[in-house]
């Protein structure tokens, strides 16, 4: 944060709070705009985008207490491997390993051994 603006370690150490209390209540899109408005020089492209990188980086390893403590990042993590394990390959799909085969008929063939 001290990198990025130009102030004093006490002020962006109390802005950091309030950042904390803030997510909260509020969307992180929210909060960046409020951050992005209140500089007061006029930010290009490169810096607006520096400025919403940081800010997006800290909101979402802030723990939240709607989400038991919880980062945003935490839950998104949770929320793709979800995703990735509930996916279940029918019988008649073409096999994940890229053979161009059915699954039935590739990786997910039954073999007899006796």
Same mark, same amino acid.
């Given at each position: 944060?001290?990198?990025?603006? +130009?102030?004093? %370690?006490?002020?962006?150490?109390? =802005?950091?709070?309030?950042?904390?209390?803030? +997510?909260?209540?509020?969307?992180?899109?929210?909060?960046?705009?409020?951050?992005?408005?209140?500089?007061?020089?006029?930010?290009? %492209?490169?810096?607006?985008?520096?400025?919403?990188? +940081?800010?997006?980086?800290?909101?979402? =390893? @802030?723990?939240?207490?709607?989400?038991?403590?919880?980062?945003? =990042?935490?839950?998104?993590?949770?929320?793709?491997?979800? =995703?990735?394990?509930? %996916?279940? @390959?029918?019988?008649?799909?073409?096999?994940?390993?890229?053979?161009?085969?059915?699954?039935?008929?590739?990786?997910?063939? +039954?073999? %007899?051994?006796?």
């Amino acid at each position: 944060m001290l990198k990025l603006f +130009v102030m004093p %370690k006490e002020y962006a150490i109390e =802005n950091i709070y309030m950042l904390v209390s803030d +997510v909260q209540i509020r969307s992180i899109n929210e909060i960046i705009e409020d951050i992005i408005q209140g500089i007061d020089v006029k930010l290009g %492209k490169d810096g607006r985008f520096n400025v919403e990188q +940081v800010i997006n980086k800290l909101l979402k =390893n @802030i723990p939240i207490w709607k989400f038991k403590g919880a980062t945003i =990042n935490q839950i998104n993590d949770q929320t793709q491997e979800k =995703n990735f394990e509930e %996916k279940k @390959i029918g019988r008649n799909e073409h096999c994940p390993c890229g053979s161009g085969k059915k699954y039935k008929n590739c990786c997910g063939k +039954v073999i %007899k051994l006796f």
